[in-house]
């Protein structure tokens, strides 16, 4: 069984600095945060970035999280991920995690499409047998084609994400986690991703997906949370949740 339960979590990440930069960073971390900073002993400038989250995932449940730039969406993708701890409060997580967080970072770019899929297949412990079925698997998916064989370097932003999302999405994985790299792909990808997603669910799994478009996380999931300004505005069905968001987020942005 997979589940992801948030309780009043928090993290803030501790902004460094010598006594001459001190005001200069702390003003720039007070912009980048929208004004949500504090000092902690010492008087170390600190970034609250997820403030007082709360929400549970169980089995078949597939979350998008949405919200402007520097909001907090990525933060809570690391979290979901296991790649941060929160500062306060509680989160648990239960089951296997295969996430898709920076566009390119798994992948060596001056490797050919093809050494890449082996060579990640062989850091997931797979056989010769089973390397080549991923790469059957990746290529039928991507349909990239002669361009496996060429340097990942060479790839379009979109190129790169149907390859990434295929391998994240072709081992078992009770959990997935996706940031909004999946919104450079063109509709054919979006579809894709979605009949691809909702494969793997028919076998009870979670997605959290970060998005910046009501109709991917319309026709990707069942949950939405609005974040801003690292603080959780709306958990609910994804098109009122975006309904909320897009009719607040002028007011927000003439605010900050």
């Known amino acids: 069984m997979a589940r992801i339960e948030f309780k009043k979590a928090d993290i803030s990440y501790p902004v460094y600095s010598t006594g001459r930069q001190r ?3 702390t003003f720039a971390a007070n912009r980048a945060s929208f004004g949500q900073i504090a000092r902690e002993a010492g008087h170390i400038p600190v970034v609250d970035a997820l403030r007082d989250i709360t929400f549970s995932l169980k089995d078949g449940d597939r979350l998008a999280i949405v919200g402007r730039n520097g909001s907090g969406k990525s933060t809570l993708l690391k979290v979901c991920a296991g790649l941060l701890l929160p500062d306060r409060g509680v989160v648990e997580i ?3 995690r295969a996430s898709v967080l920076t566009l390119g970072s798994s992948l060596d770019p001056d490797r050919t499409g093809v050494d890449n899929v082996h060579r990640i297949g062989r850091l997931l412990g797979m056989r010769k047998s089973e390397r080549k079925l991923l790469l059957e698997d990746v290529a039928d998916f991507t349909e990239l084609g002669d361009f496996l064989n060429l340097p ?3 790839y379009s932003s979109g190129m790169t994400v149907r390859l ?3 391998l994240a999405t072709s081992v078992e994985r ?3 986690v ?3 790299v999946i919104g450079a792909g063109d509709a054919l990808f979006i579809d894709k991703a979605a009949k691809r997603v909702q494969a793997m669910f028919s076998r009870a799994k979670i997605l959290v997906l970060a998005t910046h478009s009501g109709d991917i996380a319309a026709r990707l999931c069942n949950k939405a949370l609005w974040l801003n300004a690292s603080k959780q505005m709306m958990l609910g069905e994804p098109s009122e949740v975006w309904e909320a968001y897009t009719g607040q987020r002028p007011r927000l942005d003439a605010v900050a």
């Open 152 to 154: 990942v370097r060479t």
């Open 94 to 96: 239960e089951g296997t």
């Open 174 to 176: 009770d959990i997935l």
């Open 178 to 180: 996706v940031d909004e």
């Open 23 to 25: 005001s200069i960073l």
């Open 164 to 166: 990434l999302f295929a």
